[in-house]
């Protein structure tokens, strides 16, 4: 079990998602096609699960040191957010975008196959790397999805069908989001000052990563104080959004970045 079964599990989750995007879509006008779409969408997030724990067993490491294997976290929890959204909220449209969002970065890994050692540098080898880690891709998939909310509510406010109940969708998944995302900034402050001395030392990568906090913290206090201005608290949480992907990956091909001590998350 390696890397290199990543076409064969990824084409088995492709068809398993495709055929239950397309009965989700069906179930609009017939509800008895919803239970097997969510069971179909359901079968095809157990095999993705299936490689990921194979692929952490066969590299006796967490595979999550370059952004191929971030992106196959990604991946794995998008799925996770758009199920337990749904079963709470009853979003179909939601489900539906965080499955094809997932499915995104699994097409993106299989046109970039991925190159990989077993080896951990010795930074790398802290009992902080998997909380830190984990709980920031989480918090990355349940923000991604808030965004994917108000890019939903920016075209309802446009084609007049905006309803407040989005905007509160958004806030829940922020809230959550945020949690996490200030737990991954606790974790890595622990785990730098374990690796490195110190607890805050101005890495680009830590930069960009409290510039990300910092925008979805003005998103929240703006919701707080400005309850109802949508229009500009949905551009908010959109821009938020990109500062998130700078820091998630793009901060990498930065100029910054060839001083940064985060460059072992490239490929």
Same mark, same amino acid.
């Given at each position: 079990?390696?890397?290199?079964?990543?076409?064969?599990?990824?084409s088995?989750?492709?068809i398993?998602?495709?055929?239950?995007?397309?009965?989700?879509?069906l179930?609009?006008?017939?509800?008895?096609?919803?239970?097997?779409?969510?069971?179909?969408?359901?079968?095809?997030?157990?095999?993705?699960?299936?490689?990921?724990?194979?692929?952490?067993?066969?590299?006796?490491?967490?595979?999550?040191?370059?952004?191929?294997?971030?992106?196959?976290?990604?991946?794995?929890?998008?799925? /996770? #957010?758009?199920?337990?959204?749904? +079963?709470?909220?009853?979003?179909?449209w *939601?489900? =539906?975008?965080?499955?094809?969002? !997932?499915?995104?970065?699994?097409?993106?890994n299989?046109?970039?196959?991925?190159?990989?050692?077993?080896?951990?540098?010795?930074?790398?080898?802290?009992?902080?790397?998997?909380?830190?880690?984990?709980?920031?891709?989480?918090?990355?998939?349940?923000?991604?999805a808030?965004?994917?909310?108000?890019?939903?509510?920016?075209?309802?406010?446009?084609?007049?069908?905006?309803?407040?109940?989005?905007?509160?969708?958004?806030?829940? /998944? #922020?809230?959550?989001?945020?949690? +996490?995302?200030?737990?991954?900034?606790? *974790?890595? =402050?622990?785990?730098?000052?374990? !690796?490195?001395?110190?607890?805050w030392?101005?890495?680009?990568?830590?930069?960009?990563?409290?510039?990300?906090?910092?925008?979805?913290?003005?998103?929240?206090?703006?919701?707080?104080?400005?309850?109802?201005?949508?229009?500009?608290?949905?551009?908010?949480?959109?821009?938020?959004?990109?500062?998130?992907?700078?820091?998630?990956?793009?901060?990498?091909?930065?100029?910054?970045?060839?001083?940064?001590?985060?460059?072992?998350?490239?490929?």
């Amino acid at each position: 079990m390696t890397w290199i079964d990543f076409p064969f599990y990824s084409s088995i989750v492709g068809i398993l998602w495709l055929v239950g995007l397309v009965l989700l879509g069906l179930s609009y006008r017939n509800d008895g096609y919803l239970n097997f779409a969510n069971s179909v969408l359901f079968m095809g997030w157990v095999v993705l699960l299936v490689f990921v724990g194979k692929l952490w067993v066969e590299l006796d490491r967490p595979p999550m040191r370059t952004l191929g294997e971030t992106r196959l976290w990604y991946a794995t929890f998008l799925p /996770l #957010v758009g199920f337990i959204t749904y +079963f709470r909220w009853r979003y179909k449209w *939601f489900l =539906a975008y965080s499955i094809a969002l !997932a499915g995104v970065f699994l097409i993106i890994n299989y046109l970039n196959p991925e190159t990989y050692s077993k080896t951990l540098m010795p930074a790398l080898q802290s009992p902080w790397f998997v909380p830190h880690v984990l709980v920031y891709l989480f918090s990355y998939a349940v923000l991604a999805a808030s965004s994917i909310v108000a890019v939903k509510g920016i075209v309802d406010r446009y084609q007049g069908n905006f309803t407040i109940e989005t905007l509160k969708l958004a806030d829940n /998944l #922020v809230y959550i989001g945020f949690a +996490f995302l200030t737990f991954g900034l606790l *974790f890595g =402050a622990m785990w730098a000052k374990e !690796a490195w001395g110190h607890y805050w030392t101005w890495d680009p990568k830590e930069i960009w990563a409290f510039l990300t906090w910092m925008g979805y913290l003005t998103y929240i206090h703006y919701r707080y104080f400005h309850s109802h201005k949508t229009k500009q608290a949905l551009t908010i949480l959109a821009l938020a959004f990109v500062v998130l992907l700078v820091c998630w990956f793009g901060v990498n091909y930065l100029p910054v970045a060839q001083t940064s001590v985060h460059t072992y998350t490239q490929q």
